[in-house]
């Protein structure tokens, strides 16, 4: 079963250039997050959607947008990356009658 | 938003020896979830507390949640190489939000 899967999971970034990360969840589940990881610092919420078509900001959306357009995906982009921004990245899911998140297994993002 | 402490930050210990950490906050809580994230994985959920003082058992895991719904600990016992990872706790409120995590090595 392939659960939350995580596109790419390495890029290197030059301050200044865009990208986007992919977050692909094959469970039907409404809800998605975006979690940026970092040492000592635990888990920080970015953005979340509670269904297709809504997003909301969490605790660190700054210099961060994305879009839920069909259920099963969820985007992160950074339209001007800042060395900042390098973290270990990740996607999670819930289903909207269960408590537990499931993560993918991360994107490592380093900018210069 | 409620901040939640762990404690330590850092644990290395031999194979075969006890441990506990443990999750604090000065608030009250519905649940504490615990997590644990191996190298280069995702976090994978081991347990949710609900009750005040509730004890849960997952193998050589004991986890449980203080009386006063403000705090957890987790014990293992006879540590393995197997344990090592990043133990993190977790509360939903609007959303999840985690713990700073303790991270555990434990050596053959």
């Known amino acids: 079963n392939a659960g939350v899967t995580q596109t790419p999971k390495f890029r290197v970034l030059k301050t200044g250039q865009s990208m986007t990360l992919l977050c692909a969840q094959d469970m039907n589940h409404e809800y998605m997050y975006w979690y940026r990881q970092d040492p000592g610092m635990g888990l920080r919420l970015i953005h979340y959607?509670?269904?297709?078509?809504?997003?909301a900001k969490g605790e660190v959306p700054d210099g961060y947008n994305v879009s839920r357009l069909k259920k099963q995906n969820f985007l992160l982009g950074l339209e001007s990356a800042a060395p900042s921004q390098t973290s270990v990245y990740f996607c999670?899911?819930?289903?909207?009658?269960?408590?537990?998140?499931?993560f993918g297994e991360g994107s490592r993002l380093t900018v210069l | 938003t409620q901040l939640l402490e762990q404690s330590p930050q850092f644990l290395s210990i031999q194979e075969g020896e006890n441990l506990t950490v443990y999750c604090n906050s000065s608030?009250?809580?519905?649940?504490l979830q615990w997590y644990r994230q191996e190298p280069g994985e995702g976090p994978v959920l081991l347990v949710t507390v609900v009750t005040g003082g509730e004890v849960k058992k997952l193998k050589r895991l004991t986890f449980q949640f203080g009386d006063a719904r403000k705090d957890s600990s987790l014990h293992i016992t006879a540590a393995q190489p197997g344990d090592t990872g990043l133990y993190l706790c977790a509360y939903r409120g609007q959303n999840f939000v985690f713990g700073p995590g303790t991270r555990l090595s434990v050596l053959p």
């Open positions: 959607s509670v269904g297709e078509g809504t997003t």
């Open positions: 999670a899911s819930k289903g909207q009658s269960t408590g537990e998140l499931f």
């Open positions: 608030s009250v809580f519905s649940s």
